[in-house]
């Protein structure tokens, strides 16, 4: 789910970006007569960013990123309780 502020003539919008999902906890090495574990995880984006049709910025949002839950990352999708703090910017025309 996104909520952008209203348009801002000239200026940034400020946004907040939420994701949920129950993911699955990968497990190499589980039995047959084990069943999956899943866990909840979530993350919140925090920003500002230029109104859609603006052209000549290069710098189009910058974000806080909050996220708990399954590691995302790679192999590592088997370790539960991971959280990570980020901030990031994308650029564009």
Do not use: C
């Not at 866990?39 to 500002?48: F, P």
């Amino acid at each position: 789910m996104e909520w952008r502020q209203s348009g801002v003539a000239g200026g940034r919008v400020a946004f907040v970006s939420i994701d949920t999902r129950r993911k699955l906890v990968y497990a190499y090495h589980r039995a047959p007569h084990q069943s999956e574990e899943r866990q909840w995880s979530w993350s919140i984006q925090i920003g500002r960013a230029v109104q859609a049709g603006t052209s000549g910025v290069p710098l189009r949002e910058y974000f806080l990123q909050l996220y708990h839950g399954v590691n995302p990352h790679g192999q590592l999708r088997s370790q539960k309780d991971y959280t990570f703090v980020g901030l990031g910017w994308t650029f564009g025309r």
